[in-house]
T-cell receptor, first 115, second 111 residues
Framework: EAGVAQSPRYKIIEKRQSVAFWCNPISGHATLYWYQQILGQGPKLLIQFQNNGVVDDSQLPKDRFSAERLKGVDSTLKIQPAKLEDSAVYLC?????????????FGSGTRLTVV | SQQGEEDPQALSIQEGENATMNCSYKTSINNLQWYRQNSGRGLVHLILIRSNEREKHSGRLRVTLDTSKKSSSLLITASRAADTASYFCATDVATGNQFYFGTGTSLTVIP
């Protein structure tokens, strides 16, 4: 079974620039999550999709962050404009029907550095 | 905060010893999970324990859950250098579809 694919692995941008991350979940996984993990901290949930609908985006800074899930499969997370404090690893995870059934499968993440 | 808190923040042991890390949380949960994260990599799901379970085993891992104390522990027996990683607990506080991660325990196993 292929894992959760994320790209790019690394990205360096200047503040106020825009950036986009891509995630391809495990085939058949209805639920997709984006997490932000700042160095030395645990992952923080940004947004949760069920198929192509948003279930929870309460912690997503909507003035600069946006996300969509195309046709209930791939997802993109965008930051526009980026701030220095957005430097973090952005993790995508998917699960069959909610994490209570057996946990998430995480991608390797995209490490974003904003300079 | 809904996040769990792991203790200790960092742990260093010799290969072959047992490693114990603890997680405390604030609200009632449905499930609790433990994840491992190697440096620069994504998280790997280790084990899930439901609120009506008290103990669970998986290979060299043993997880306990005490809902009255709102705490969980992860025991890794006969540690190996490859166990060096950060370990996170994740608590489900609502519907079972979202987990909130703690701050993690950094484990170093010295060969």
């Amino acid at each position: 079974e292929a894992g959760v694919a994320q790209s790019p692995r690394y990205k360096i941008i200047e503040k106020r620039q825009s950036v986009a991350f891509w995630c391809n979940p495990i085939s058949g996984h209805a639920t997709l999550y984006w997490y932000q993990q700042i160095l030395g901290q645990g992952p923080k949930l940004l947004i949760q999709f069920q198929n192509n609908g948003v279930v929870d985006d309460s912690q997503l800074p909507k003035d600069r962050f946006s996300a969509e899930r195309l046709k209930g499969v791939d997802s993109t997370l965008k930051i526009q404009p980026a701030k220095l404090e957005d430097s973090a690893v952005y993790l995508c995870a998917s699960s069959l029907a909610g994490a209570g059934s057996g946990g998430y499968t995480f991608g390797s993440g995209t490490r974003l550095t904003v300079v | 905060s809904q996040q769990g808190e792991e203790d200790p923040q960092a742990l260093s042991i010799q290969e072959g010893e047992n490693a114990t890390m603890n997680c405390s949380y604030k609200t009632s949960i449905n499930n609790l999970q433990w994840y491992r994260q190697n440096s620069g990599r994504g998280l790997v799901h280790l084990i899930l324990i439901r609120s009506n379970e008290r103990e669970k085993h998986s290979g060299r891992l043993r997880v306990t859950l005490d809902t009255s104390k709102k705490s969980s522990s992860l025991l890794i027996t006969a540690s190996r250098a490859a166990d060096t990683a950060s370990y996170f607990c994740a608590t489900d506080v609502a519907t079972g579809n979202q987990f909130y991660f703690g701050t993690g325990t950094s484990l170093t196993v010295i060969p």
